[in-house]
Nanobody, 130 residues
Framework: QVQLVESGGGLVQAGGSLRLSCAAS????????MGWFRQPPGKEREFVAV????????YYADSVKGRFTISRDNAKNTVSLQMNSLKSEDTALYYC???????????????????????WGQGTQVTVSS
């Protein structure tokens, strides 16, 4: 498992932007697909975005497509989520998660389900005021 620490959450007005970051404590960061999930108040945790181990593949939830961008820097062991045009429905606790894919780099598709992820951060709160 890997330790993950999110940062960058806060309060923003609708239409604004935030950038979330997640720092990973591991020597094998490039062996993990990295995902962002969120849990809105009173709701289940849901998938937001995922980026493959080498950054070549990204997938987004339909609700954030075109507004959010996931990226990673394997040299710095970080993954980021740039969130633009924020809406009140984006209010949630945002989690960074890691999925170990070593040995199947070229034979897998980045997972959208939370059950596939081995390690989770503690979350960072994003609140969008309307």
């Amino acid at each position: 498992q890997v330790q993950l620490v999110e940062s960058g959450g806060g309060l923003v007005q609708a239409g604004g932007s935030l950038r979330l970051s997640c720092a990973a404590s591991t020597r094998t960061f490039s062996s993990y697909d990295m995902g962002w999930f969120r849990q809105p108040p009173g709701k289940e945790r849901e998938f937001v975005a995922v980026i493959s181990w080498n950054g070549d593949s990204t997938y987004y939830a339909d609700s954030v497509k075109g507004r959010f961008t996931i990226s990673r820097d394997n040299a710095k062991n970080t993954v980021s989520l740039q969130m633009n045009s924020l809406k009140s429905e984006d209010t949630a606790l945002y989690y960074c998660a890691a999925n170990w894919v070593h040995g199947r780099f070229w034979s897998h598709v980045p997972a959208l389900g939370s059950d596939e992820y081995d390690s989770w951060g503690q979350g960072t709160q994003v609140t969008v005021s309307s």
